[in-house]
C-alpha cells in the first residue's frame, strides 16, 4: 500500500472514530452512565489523530501540498467532518505521467 493510500484510510478512519466519540461515546457516558464507550474510543481516537496529523508531514510532498494546505489539512483534523474532505479533494496522487517528469 502506498503512503497517499494509507493516508486516505488514516483519515478516514480519524474522522469517523471522532464522530463516534462524539455522537455515540459521550452521550452513553452522560446520559447512560457508560463511560467505557468513551474509555474505548478515545484512545483509538487518540491515535488515529496522531496518525493522521504525522502522515500530513509525510504525503505534503508527494502531494504537492504548498504550507497553507499543509496547515489546513493539520486544522482539519480538530474538525469532525473535515477529514473527509482532505480526502476526498486534497488526498488524490498526482497523475503518472506527472510524476516521472518531475523526477
Known sequence: MDIVRAFRVVSIGEAVSFLVLLLIAMPLKYMAD???AV???GPLHGVLFIAYTGMVFLVREQLRWD???TVLALAAGVLPVAPFF???FWAKPAPAGEATARA
Open 34 to 36: 457508560a463511560p467505557v
Open 39 to 41: 474509555q474505548i474510543m
Open 67 to 69: 504550507i497553507k494546505r
Open 86 to 88: 482532505v480526502e476526498h
